[in-house]
């Protein structure tokens, strides 16, 4: 049985009749009551129903949102092992007639459907609507005094639901639907996204002729190399012997042309990275309190992330567009390790391309009305990943601690002119040497 979705919708209430049959009473909480038979037209069937729906009504919004969507569900008509219905024609004006006296006239929302077995006999599924923060305490209107203390009714009696039983609210309770009654500030906030949405030219005669470039960029650095005396040689030991031939040559290159061509898709990301700008953000809270803890997740769909690259730093990309051909440093040779894949500790902008969407998350110890916080890096090139080239449609939430509700908005943003990477000054100063 599914909890994480409503209990909406013929096919999942037959999913939740099924695991009542299969497991029954075990499966009792807050959000699920089961019933076999209930006796609508007299007392004690009236108190039963009302008293569910006050409990469950009373629950608290943190916890009922944690099943079936806020909902509550009574099921009535089946247990473990069987599933014999009630007779048909029960309809919910009957029910609300039947618990109005309990609720009162501004009682809990509730609504009724049903699942007809081959048997002609309905099971019912008595469903009360998610309690919201701001809702008011459901007091009983009517006292019904059963022959056990367990299913009686108190007039102006408070009940909550919990853990499979609806009982008396005790202190903690209380409070704590009175602090439900109290209707919280929204957030307020603004999202400005500074940056464009990239898109390829891409095809195999502009990959073939990068290639190409690079080939011919390596032959004359091999043929530069040739004879070149090496650190080493001071020692006495001459001209390296690892110079190689031009057969040599040729022959490396046939061995890598594959590899490049098979590592193509990451080559042109790697481009991307190095010749669009990245993305910035700006967050503005527009109420006049302080906001801690702060999260923010931008979800760009139809987009993929880069990382991005400074086209001023060539010693970090100018060796690693692609697949390196064969042994490009002698082993005498030094060559400096330089990682620039590193974020400051604390830095609160993370990204991962998760579903075929990009997904950005922002968090910020706290925002304070002014001024407006600003990313200070280029922190990923964003891609469109379709074939359409228009805008990306971005959805983003907000979340704050203090605050039950989660903010939520959508922008757009706009498509650079699609270009071919291959094609500019920047991917044939990268031959490697």
Sequence with gaps: ?????????????????????DRG????????????????GR??????????????????PEVAQRHFGGYAVMVIGAAQGQAPGVEPGMEILHIRQAVEP????????????????????????LIVEPPQQGDPMHLCHR??????????????????????NTAPA???????????????????LSLEIEGLAYSLVSSAVGRDRYLDRLAERYRESMRAQAGRPRPFALLGMGVSPLDPSAEAVEDRLEAWRPKAVAGWPETEDKLLGLLGDGLRFHISNNADSFLEKVTVIITFHGAQGVKWRDRNDRDEWKNDLVEPIGNQRHPWDFQPIINTDFKLVGYPVDWENKDGSLVVTINLDSLPPEPTWGSENDDVVLVRSTDDQGPVRVAWTATAAGYGSVFRDE???????PFDPTGTEHSTDSAQR
Aim: hydrophobic share 45%; aromatic share 6%.
């Design 411 to 417: 922008l757009i943003v706009a498509a650079a002119r």
């Design 143 to 164: 006292a019904y005094d059963a022959d056990r203390k367990s299913g009686s009714l108190a007039d102006g009696g408070i009940y909550v639901r919990d853990d499979g």
């Design 1 to 21: 049985m599914d909890t994480k979705k409503p209990p909406l919708g013929e096919d999942h209430l037959q999913e939740i009749l099924t695991a009542v049959v």
């Design 102 to 125: 309990y609720l009162g006239p501004e009682g809990p929302r509730f609504t009724l459907n049903r699942l007809r077995l081959e048997t002609g006999q309905e099971v019912l599924f």
């Design 170 to 188: 005790k202190t903690a309770q209380i409070k704590a639907l009175l602090r439900r009654m109290q209707v919280e500030p929204a957030l307020d």
């Design 25 to 40: 009473d075990v499966l009792e909480s807050d959000y699920l009551e089961i019933k076999l038979e209930v006796d609508f």
């Design 43 to 60: 007392p004690a069937g009236k108190a039963k129903l009302a008293k569910f729906i006050l409990g469950a009504a009373n629950r608290l």
